[in-house]
Nanobody
Framework: QLHLVESGGGLVQAGNSLRLSCVAS????????LGWWRQTPGREREFVAA????????YYGDSAPGRFTISRGNAKNTVYLQMNTLKPEDTAVYYC????????????????????WGQGTSVTVSA
């Protein structure tokens, strides 16, 4: 069973950057599409970004308008979310997600297609 552990959250001032990391264990990283969702207070969880098993394809949601970049480590078992020019509205719990690559990274934007969730890492952006 694949297990996801996020790290890198914290408190930052608006305009600064933060990089989230997620390590996948219990499976072969490249066999999974990986991605990020987030949940802001009082709102439903929303898709942020996803990346294919090999790292060659990336997808972004409306919540990541050019300021966020998703990438995978060389060993393919780690996924990163580089967040630049952070805004207070980016304050959320960020969740790492995964599904077998056969499902396709693009489908990680569909909550029902996600098979594994991490426990989440909290990001707070102060004004």
């Amino acid at each position: 069973q694949l297990h996801l552990v996020e790290s890198g959250g914290g408190l930052v001032q608006a305009g600064n950057s933060l990089r989230l990391s997620c390590v996948a264990s219990g499976g072969t990283g490249k066999d999974y599409a990986l991605g990020w969702w987030r949940q802001t207070p009082g709102r439903e969880r929303e898709f942020v970004a996803a990346i294919s098993g090999g790292g060659g394809s990336t997808y972004y949601g409306d919540s990541a308008p050019g300021r966020f970049t998703i990438s995978r480590g060389n060993a393919k078992n780690t996924v990163y979310l580089q967040m630049n020019t952070l805004k207070p509205e980016d304050t959320a719990v960020y969740y790492c997600v995964a599904s077998p690559r056969s499902i396709g990274a693009a489908n990680l934007r569909i909550r029902d297609r996600i098979e594994v969730w991490g426990q989440g890492t909290s990001v707070t952006v102060s004004a």
